[in-house]
Every structure is written in structure tokens, then in C-alpha cells.
T-cell receptor, first 114, second 114 residues
Framework: ELKVEQNPLFLSMQEGKNYTIYCNYS?????LYWYRQDPGKSLESLFV?????AVKQEGRLMASLDTKARLSTLHITAAVHDLSATYFC??????????????FGKGTLLTVNP | DTGVSQNPRHKITKRGQNVTFRCDPI?????LYWYRQTLGQGPEFLTY????????KSRLLSDRFSAERPKGSFSTLEIQRTEQGDSAMYLC????????????FGNGTRLTVT
């Protein structure tokens, strides 16, 4: 069964600082998604990583995927308050035939302080 | 593209009552997913439809849960004889299919069982 571990689960950082969130998963998966969730809101897709070595960047966020290490990272550069949210990684699991489902980590609650 | 729509947004019910939630996916998205999210956790997969066919159900889904997607359009999720442990946010997501497409999530239905 696929297990997804994110760390840290809680991250408090100052504006302007850099930090990385890690996502490890337990079985083979060559596709991974990152989502953002604001309090009381639904999930917003941030990145779709489709192959080993994939790197995507959007603003102050950069995501990468290493399928051999079963690891994805979400790097935050020069954090700003607007980035405060919960971030989820979700590898795509093939559960048989043409059935695919995303399996989510517990999320990383990011708080950016002035 | 009006997004994934879920109704109601909130539902408070007494233990033992039946509840039904509705999800309207993005037009022409043939895959529809139901997830459940509790506080501080990532979304957990419940079930998945391709068009009108229910292709997979999670072991989390007891016999009290049933989902339908008549005619491959909207979907309903019914919980019979609700229990306090059913209290959660129920999220619906849709995708046009193909693993390159992220899931587009609705705003969810928050269920509280008293």
C-alpha cells in the first residue's frame, strides 16, 4: 500500500527566508502532484510532475521529482505572507488496469511571519 | 468552466439519519472522484467513476456509503445511519482523464454528525 510522508508537518518561517518541504512515498510512482489548501477552502493544483527529474517553478515555489529516490521537494524562495497555507503532495498510484488515484500526504502547514 | 460544484456546503445531522450530497463536475470531465478529509489530515480516497461506471471503492467505504453517477454527469454520495465518525469534509473532484490532468476539486460538503 502506498504511504506518503511529508515533512515537516508544521513550518513557521520568516518572510524573506528559504525553506524546503519534503515528500517521500513508499512505492513506485512516476507522477506526482502538489496542491495548496487555504483554511476552509478546497484544494488548488500547483504543480504536475510527470517524470523523473521534472522541475516546475511558479513564482516563489519550485517543485521537483526524483522517482528513483521516491522523493519530491517543494522549495520556497524568499517567503511572503501570502504563501501561508497547507501544502499537500500526492503521488499518482495505479491501482490496477486503467485505474489511477492520488494518495495524499498529511500536509505541511506553512505559516510565514512578518 | 464554472468549476466543480458541491451541495450543500454544510450539513448538520443527528446520528442515525441519512444524508445525501451532490457533486456537479466540470462539463465534459469524464472522471469523478470522492475524497474525505478530516481535520489535520490529507484527503482520503473513497471512490471513483469513469462516466457512469464506478470503477473503484476504497475499503474505507462501509456498506452505509453508496455513490452513484447516473448518465455520467452529476454524482451523489449517500451515507445511511450516520455515525459521529462520519463527520468530515467530503470533497468531490473531476478530471478530463489522462494522468497529465490534475484533479479539480470542489469546495466540499462539511458534514457534522451530532
Amino acid at each position: 500500500e502506498l504511504k506518503v510522508e511529508q515533512n515537516p508537518l508544521f513550518l513557521s518561517m520568516q518572510e524573506g527566508k528559504n525553506y524546503t518541504i519534503y515528500c517521500n512515498y513508499s512505492t513506485t510512482s512516476d507522477r506526482l502532484y502538489w496542491y495548496r489548501q487555504d483554511p476552509g477552502k478546497s484544494l488548488e493544483s500547483l504543480f504536475v510532475l510527470l517524470s523523473n527529474g521534472a522541475v516546475k517553478q511558479e513564482g516563489r515555489l519550485m517543485a521537483s521529482l526524483d522517482t528513483k529516490a521516491r522523493l519530491s521537494t517543494l522549495h520556497i524562495t524568499a517567503a511572503v505572507h501570502d504563501l501561508s497555507a497547507t501544502y499537500f503532495c500526492a503521488p499518482l498510484l495505479n491501482s490496477g488496469g486503467s485505474n489511477y488515484k492520488l494518495t495524499f500526504g498529511k500536509g505541511t502547514l506553512l505559516t510565514v511571519n512578518p | 468552466d464554472t468549476g466543480v460544484s458541491q451541495n450543500p456546503r454544510h450539513k448538520i445531522t443527528k446520528r442515525g439519519q441519512n444524508v445525501t450530497f451532490r457533486c456537479d463536475p466540470i462539463s465534459e470531465h469524464n472522471r469523478l472522484y470522492w475524497y474525505r478529509q478530516t481535520l489535520g489530515q490529507g484527503p482520503e480516497f473513497l471512490t471513483y467513476f469513469q462516466n457512469e461506471a464506478q470503477l473503484e471503492k476504497s475499503r474505507l467505504l462501509s456498506d452505509r456509503f453508496s455513490a452513484e453517477r447516473p448518465k455520467g454527469s452529476f454524482s451523489t454520495l449517500e451515507i445511511q445511519r450516520t455515525e459521529q465518525g462520519d463527520s468530515a469534509m467530503y470533497l468531490c473532484a473531476s478530471t478530463p482523464g489522462g494522468v497529465r490532468s490534475p484533479l479539480h476539486f470542489g469546495n466540499g460538503t462539511r458534514l457534522t454528525v451530532t
